[in-house]
């Protein structure tokens, strides 16, 4: 079995409603935590980033859920590699809600404070969401 690591970024539509949030999060944890995928869920305003890391068939069949899904639009694929090792081995799912604490580490990854994920590259993106896990474990 090989790992793989995918993320993504995407644009909430006008059928995310405040409730979709939790409702993401449930079902995503539960299914994730079925299929042994590992990662983690940024949003902020209507902006999502996504890192799921897990075998190659799962986050296949999972990503192309996640295309399917009209809550969110827009969606563009950052980085889709073969890893050796799991960063996120502890969370199905965890979620880091963006707020003024992180805007320091959005700008240490971006042109600005304002999260903006389309601005980041792969690279960018990865560490940001590593450093959010590392600093935000209490989410």
Known sequence: ??????IYVSTATEKFASSSLEDILQVGRLNNTKNGITGMLCFKEKY?????EGSRKAINHTYNKILKDERHTNVVLLEYS?????EFNDWCMGYIPTSHFTEPLILKYSKSAVFRPYDMSRASAYMLLLEFKKNYTSF
Do not use: D, S
């Open 48 to 52: 999502f980033i996504q890192c799921l």
């Open 1 to 6: 079995m090989f790992l793989t690591r995918l």
């Open 82 to 86: 073969q890893i050796n090792v799991r």
